[in-house]
């Protein structure tokens, strides 16, 4: 729940009441009528005007500017990678997929029979 005074932006309009989405606003009132669907109430100085609102259809403005950062981070990265031909630094950051170097360590341990049973008697004691 948002705290009032605090400073969001307006990301949809999925009830169509023509909001000013990307306009900054501030949340000045909690609707707490159960049969309402709008749960705050935002004041948007741009438009000197009072809109209820979903939580849906809001959006801090700390949150917006995280995402935008780390869309950005993700692009420099897959650029680098590209620039390098870092193949697995872009797999990496493509896919989330481990490097295959890693990959290729888990392979080479191979437990042996004993250590297996081991492992299996141990997760059926507990």
């Known amino acids: 729940m948002l705290r009032l005074g605090q400073k969001v932006v307006i990301v949809a309009d999925s009830f169509e009441q023509n909001l000013p989405i990307g306009e900054y606003g501030y949340v000045i009132a909690y609707d707490r009528n159960a049969d309402n669907v709008f749960d705050y109430v935002v004041r948007v100085p741009r438009a000197s005007k009072q809109f209820y ?74």
């Open 53 to 126: 609102v979903p939580s849906e259809d809001i959006e801090l403005e700390e949150v917006l500017l995280r995402q935008e950062a780390d869309r950005i981070e993700r692009e420099a990265l897959i650029d680098f990678a590209l620039a390098t031909n870092n193949e697995e630094l872009f797999n990496k950051v493509m896919n989330g997929d481990e490097p295959e170097a890693a990959v290729e360590k888990s392979k080479d341990e191979v437990q042996s029979h004993e250590d297996f049973v081991k492992q299996i008697n141990l997760k059926a004691w507990i």
